[in-house]
């Protein structure tokens, strides 16, 4: 990773990916980020800016969603509830009951990016321990249903993937899973168990898809790329 500066454009941050096989660019606050194939020469930064310049100054600055009292947040295993309290005591977090609960003194500007901060990154680590226990439960109880064998799974924060399965069989799932209903989950889980036997994408991977899901699994990888979730929105750019 290395950063360029352009006089139109500010500051670009360069991101070598070995899974990418074309140039991906996203306006971020301050910066935008090119996600660029591994044997990108740097040397051809400039030709390639102002080639694509024009695309770039029109991509738009995200904007982030902040948690306020009224936000409505849930996962796939647990809500998250914020309640207020008078006594002039610290804010802090518990977690219990399928309940990620925040309590805030009423004085609390919950606009404060560090109060966001501390609110979205608790919910993260939450969002991780139990993608790694359900997970890694699920994947155990496909590849026992089909009889097919992994070496272990891997949790993650990725925004990009949903998961991915490397040549050892190692299992890696984005947190960010929980946000989807279960029947998306079951497929993310069925997706990565089916590259355990076909790595690519091609007919005997999709037809092999097709028997673990008992149904067209293209379809359900269309509709899983237009699900919407207003929970996952707060974390987005978190």
Not at 96 to 116: V, W
Not at 170 to 199: C, G, Q, R, W
Request: aromatic share 10%; proline share 4%.
């Amino acid at each position: 990773m290395y950063e360029y500066a352009d006089n139109d454009l500010g500051k670009i941050i360069i991101v070598p990916d070995k899974r990418v096989r074309n140039i991906i660019a996203r306006k971020k606050v301050g910066y935008i980020q090119m996600t660029v194939p591994l044997g990108f020469s740097e040397g051809d930064l400039p030709r390639v800016l102002q080639r694509i310049k024009p695309r770039l100054l029109q991509l738009h600055t995200p904007v982030h969603k902040i948690i306020t009292d009224e936000s409505v947040i849930h996962t796939h295993t647990f809500t998250i509830h914020i309640y207020r309290h008078e006594r002039p005591a610290k804010a802090f977090a518990s977690f219990k009951n399928e309940c990620l609960a925040f309590s805030l003194p009423q004085d609390t500007d919950m606009a404060q990016p560090g109060i966001q901060h501390w609110m979205k990154e608790t919910i993260i680590a939450v969002l991780r321990k139990e993608a790694r226990r359900l997970l890694t439960q699920k994947t155990a109880f496909f590849a026992d249903k089909f009889g097919l064998h992994y070496h272990q799974v891997k949790i993650n924060r990725s925004k990009t993937r949903w998961g991915s399965c490397s040549t050892k069989k190692n299992i890696n799932y984005s947190l960010f899973l929980l946000f989807l209903p279960e029947k998306y989950i079951d497929y993310v889980v069925l997706h990565e168990l089916a590259h355990t036997v076909e790595m690519n994408h091609g007919k005997k991977f999709w037809t092999l898809l097709d028997a673990l899901c008992g149904c067209p699994a293209k379809e359900l990888s269309k509709s899983i790329k237009n699900f919407h979730s207003e929970s996952y929105d707060y974390f987005r750019d978190a």
